[in-house]
């Protein structure tokens, strides 16, 4: 029973809707939620979502943890994946949608690397084809619950993150990812929320403290001392308190919260670790706090 405050998985098979740019890393997420015991289903056009959802949902002892992988290499099958959707609510299928993204740089150099074309460019370039998916996966993208940017990581950081996200059982615990960043590097692709902490004095114009990093502790003690910065962490949490409660109730797992300041080394780094630690305070979350532009200047 629950205690009405915590929500408990259903009875039924989980569905996930794995998805993304090509090159992304699907297959690797695919592997690790396979290690993990899910049912893992790749390269599924999307008419026969309907069929293999009712199939395990006459057995969620036998698979209760559906992975569907579909892709543009499926063609022109693929355009019908948002009436595919559409029947797995009218259905009452409770699923979900994970979407890999990377940078366009990035994702040439994967094909490039690999020596093979992208699924869409035909008789054009690889970046030709990489601006047809953008385009053919965008509302895709925005419907997506989860977004899971791989630009910085590898296989084996891609196949953590996968573990992080999707072998939790029992009480839905929500997972946090507090980001710190650098506005200078180009805004996160994969954050929910998103904060500007440039508002505070910058210590790299302190001599004595510019070659530390935020999580040092005279940076963060500067950073964290000037006027308004209390108040910020403060208030933001505040603010995320009624969002985390209504992921609890809406069912959904995970967050991004990113916080930019110019080169995301001092300010954007002392506060994301404040508020990590903060957020790790409230019931039911498990919090990690990255800092995706450190050690870059």
């Known amino acids: 029973m629950s205690d009405g405050l915590t929500p408990v998985k259903p009875p039924t098979s989980e569905v996930l809707i794995v998805t993304g740019m090509s090159g992304a890393g699907r297959t690797t997420a695919a592997h690790a939620l396979e290690d993990h015991g899910w049912y893992v289903v790749e390269n599924i056009p999307p008419q026969l979502f309907l069929t293999l959802t009712d199939l395990v949902g006459r057995s969620p002892e036998a698979i209760p943890r559906l992975a569907l992988v579909v892709d543009v290499r499926s063609k022109e099958l693929f355009k019908d994946i948002q ?8 259905q009452g299928v409770d699923y979900r949608v994970l979407f890999l993204d990377a940078s366009d740089e990035l994702l040439v150099r994967r094909f490039e690397s690999a020596r093979r074309p992208h699924p869409l460019q035909g008789s054009g370039r690889i970046p030709d084809g990489i601006a047809v998916e953008r385009l053919l996966l965008r509302e895709l993208k925005e419907e997506a619950e989860i977004v899971v940017d791989t630009s910085t990581k590898n296989v084996h950081s891609l196949a953590t993150t996968i573990t992080e996200l999707f072998t939790e059982s029992g009480p839905i615990v929500l997972r946090l990812n507090v980001m710190s960043f650098g506005f200078k590097y180009g805004l996160p692709q994969d954050a929910n929320f998103m904060a500007d902490v440039r508002f505070l004095p910058n210590p ?10 935020g999580r040092d502790t005279a940076v963060s003690d500067f950073v964290l001392q000037q006027q308004g910065a209390s108040e ?12 985390l409660d209504g992921y609890r109730r809406e069912n959904k797992h995970y967050a991004t919260f990113a916080i930019g300041c110019t080169g995301g080394k001092h300010r954007s780094v002392a506060v994301a670790e404040e508020l990590g630690h903060r957020l790790s305070q409230q019931p039911r979350v ?5 800092h995706r532009d450190l050690g870059r200047e």
């Not at 790299?204 to 990093?213: D, I, N």
């Not at 910020?232 to 969002?243: G, M, T």
């Not at 498990?286 to 990255?290: K, Q, R």
């Open 83 to 90: 009436e595919a959707l559409g029947q797995l609510r009218a």
């Open 204 to 213: 790299h114009w302190v001599p004595e403290l510019r070659p530390f990093t």
């Open 232 to 243: 910020f962490v403060d208030h933001y949490l505040e603010a995320l308190v009624p969002v």
């Open 286 to 290: 498990t919090v990690n706090v990255h």
